[in-house]
T-cell receptor, first 116, second 114 residues
Framework: AQSVTQLGSHVSVSEGALVLLRCNYS??????LFWYVQYPNQGLQLLLK??????LVKGINGFEAEFKKSETSFHLTKPSAHMSDAAEYFC??????????????FGTGTRLQVTL | DTAVSQTPKYLVTQMGNDKSIKCEQN?????MYWYKQDSKKFLKIMFS???????INETVPNRFSPKSPDKAHLNLHINSLELGDSAVYFC?????????????FGPGTRLTVL
């Protein structure tokens, strides 16, 4: 069964520092991959998604992620953190071969803290 | 205009009660979902409907019964509420069931069972 693993439930960076949030997937074939962000007391918002086009995907708010098949990874990065980036980040996978429509399987989430 | 809305935002109730959560989307989407987010922020899909037809039904107690009166609405009724049902419930929608489509989430309903 498809799954995603997010390494690090809590990441803390200084404002202006590089943000790196890790996501590894397990799937027999390259799946569709997503990063969602959840701000406090809000629903989830799509940051970016990989759907087998370019391996480097650019999203909103300056975030990007690179799909690496050899490493089964889809890590999220941002060159310079801003205080407003503090939120919970979820990696999610949709496996075209499960036959279960557009089902998303989420990772356990990473809380990003940004300090001054 | 809110794309996916849920009511109520907060729900506090006693064990054993029956409650409903309503969801509406004004995006013209065909597919809607219910997710449960537990206290550790873990998100898990519960149900999905496409054009009012149930297409995803995960391992959920049969005390939970979804209902889609039309494509724009998906409600969740919970019978005989238990302490373990306390969670945030999110509704979401997507244009169709095609893979790779973005899902749009509502603001969530925080259910607390006392």
């Amino acid at each position: 069964a498809q799954s995603v693993t997010q390494l690090g439930s809590h990441v803390s960076v200084s404002e202006g520092a590089l943000v790196l949030l890790r996501c590894n997937y397990s799937s027999s074939v390259p799946p569709y991959l997503f990063w969602y962000v959840q701000y406090p007391n809000q629903g989830l918002q799509l940051l970016l998604k990989y759907t087998s086009a370019a391996t480097l995907v650019k999203g909103i708010n300056g975030f990007e992620a690179e799909f690496k098949k050899s490493e089964t990874s889809f890590h999220l990065t941002k060159p310079s953190a801003h205080m407003s980036d503090a939120a919970e980040y979820f990696c999610a996978v949709s496996d075209p071969n499960t036959g279960t429509a557009s089902k998303l399987t989420f990772g356990t989430g990473t809380r990003l803290q940004v300090t001054l | 205009d809110t794309a996916v809305s849920q009511t109520p935002k907060y729900l506090v109730t006693q064990m054993g009660n029956d409650k409903s959560i309503k969801c509406e989307q004004n995006l013209g989407h065909d597919t809607m979902y219910w997710y449960k987010q537990d206290s550790k922020k873990f998100l898990k899909i519960m149900f999905s409907y496409n054009n009012k037809e149930l297409i995803i039904n995960e391992t959920v107690p049969n005390r939970f019964s979804p209902k889609s009166p039309d494509k724009a609405h998906l409600n969740l009724h919970i019978n005989s509420l238990e302490l373990g049902d306390s969670a945030v419930y999110f509704c979401a929608s997507s244009q169709s069931t095609s893979y790779g489509l973005q899902q749009y989430f509502g603001p969530g309903t925080r259910l607390t069972v006392l």
